[in-house]
C-alpha cells in the first residue's frame, strides 16, 4: 500500500463518491478509480460496494476508514504543527482573548520585551477562543474562564477579588466595604451573549440572592459601563475594566468569596515554539 492508494480510498470513504473524491484531490476520476483497484487488488479485498453510481463501504472498507481517519488526522496536526513553528520562527504570535481590558497591557507587556515578534489580537467569546484553539487558528489565549480541552493547557495567571461598579455619586459610593444585602433595591446589569451568561456571573447572582425583575441583561460590555455611568444600574465589572472611567467607581464586597480569575490556554506541543515559550514564561505564575 502506498500514500496515494490509501488518500484516495480514504476520499472517496470521506466524500461517498468518485468525483466528489477527485475534485478534492485535485486530479482526474480515472486516477482515483486506478489507485482503488490497485489497493483492492494487492490485497485482494474489496473495499466498496458498488451498485450504479451508488458507493458504499464493505466491513472492511469501514474497518480501513477508520483507520485511515485517524492517520490523516494525524497528517494534518503535524502539517499545523510544522507550519505553527515556522510561523512562531518567523516571529508571528496569534493571540485570541475574551478580556480585552486586559490582554492589550498584557500584550503590551510582552512587546516590550519581544520587540522582532509581530503580535496579531483576536477578540472572541469563550467558546469561540475554544474552537480557534483547537483548530490552531490562534497560538496562545487569555481568558476570564477555565478552558478544559484535549492537549489544551489551562494556567491561572491572575486574580481580582470581586467588586461592584457603581456611579462616583451613588449613595453606596464609599471607601468601606459593602454586602450584597446593601444591593437587594439596586437593578443589577448582566452581560449575556448567544450561549448565555458566564459561571461567575451566574455565582453572583447565586450568591446575591438576586431575582428575575432586578437583572437587566446586555449583549455588549461597553454598553454596561456606559449604563451604569448613566445610574441605569450597578454592575460587577472589573476594575482593570473601569479603571479609566472616572464617572465610576469599584466598591469591594465584604466576606465574598468570589473573584475575577485570567487563565493562560495554550497546546501542550507548542510549549517549545519560541513565542510561545516566552509569552507563557512572562505570565505564567
Known amino acids: 500500500?502506498?500514500?496515494?492508494?490509501?488518500?484516495?480510498?480514504?476520499?472517496?470513504?470521506?466524500?461517498?463518491?468518485?468525483?466528489?473524491?477527485?475534485?478534492?484531490?485535485?486530479?482526474t476520476q480515472p486516477a482515483v478509480t486506478l489507485q482503488i483497484q490497485a489497493l483492492e487488488k494487492k490485497y485482494n479485498t474489496p473495499l466498496f460496494n458498488r451498485q450504479g453510481h451508488t458507493i458504499t463501504l464493505t466491513q472492511a472498507g469501514l474497518m480501513l476508514h477508520k483507520l485511515s481517519s485517524r492517520y490523516f488526522m494525524l497528517e494534518e496536526e503535524a502539517h499545523q504543527l510544522l507550519n505553527s513553528i515556522m510561523q512562531m520562527e518567523a516571529g508571528k504570535l496569534r493571540i485570541a482573548s475574551d478580556i480585552p481590558h486586559r490582554i492589550f497591557p498584557l500584550t503590551a507587556q510582552f512587546r516590550e520585551q519581544y520587540t522582532d515578534v509581530e503580535i496579531?489580537?483576536?477578540?472572541?467569546?469563550?467558546?469561540?477562543?475554544?474552537?480557534?484553539?483547537?483548530?490552531?487558528?490562534?497560538?496562545?489565549?487569555?481568558?476570564?474562564?477555565?478552558?478544559?480541552?484535549?492537549?489544551?493547557?489551562?494556567?491561572?495567571?491572575?486574580?481580582?477579588?470581586?467588586s461592584v461598579t457603581l456611579p462616583v455619586r451613588h449613595s453606596l459610593s464609599q471607601p468601606k466595604p459593602i454586602t450584597f444585602e446593601d444591593l437587594k433595591?439596586?437593578?443589577?446589569?448582566?452581560?449575556?451573549?448567544?450561549?448565555?451568561?458566564?459561571?461567575?456571573?451566574q455565582k453572583?447572582?447565586?450568591?446575591?440572592?438576586?431575582?428575575?425583575?432586578?437583572?437587566?441583561?446586555?449583549d455588549n460590555r461597553d454598553m454596561i459601563q456606559e449604563a451604569v455611568a448613566h445610574e441605569l444600574g450597578i454592575a460587577f465589572l472589573s476594575k482593570h475594566e473601569i479603571g479609566h472611567d472616572r464617572r465610576l467607581t469599584s466598591i469591594s464586597i465584604e466576606d465574598c468569596p468570589l473573584s475575577r480569575k485570567e487563565y493562560?490556554?495554550?497546546?501542550?506541543?507548542?510549549?517549545?515554539?519560541?513565542?510561545?515559550?516566552a509569552f507563557r514564561k512572562l505570565f505564567l505564575l
Open 1 to 27: 500500500m502506498n500514500h496515494a492508494q490509501l488518500k484516495a480510498f480514504h476520499a472517496v470513504a470521506k466524500y461517498g463518491g468518485i468525483t466528489s473524491a477527485a475534485k478534492s484531490l485535485g486530479i
Open 204 to 218: 453572583i447572582v447565586s450568591a446575591g440572592s438576586f431575582v428575575p425583575e432586578q437583572i437587566i441583561y446586555f
Open 264 to 277: 493562560l490556554i495554550f497546546h501542550e506541543e507548542k510549549q517549545s515554539v519560541p513565542a510561545v515559550s
Open 185 to 201: 433595591s439596586e437593578k443589577i446589569l448582566i452581560y449575556k451573549d448567544n450561549h448565555g451568561i458566564s459561571s461567575l456571573d
Open 120 to 162: 496579531s489580537v483576536s477578540i472572541l467569546s469563550p467558546m469561540d477562543i475554544t474552537d480557534h484553539m483547537t483548530d490552531r487558528l490562534v497560538d496562545v489565549a487569555v481568558s476570564g474562564i477555565p478552558i478544559a480541552h484535549d492537549n489544551l493547557e489551562c494556567h491561572e495567571i491572575g486574580s481580582e477579588p470581586l
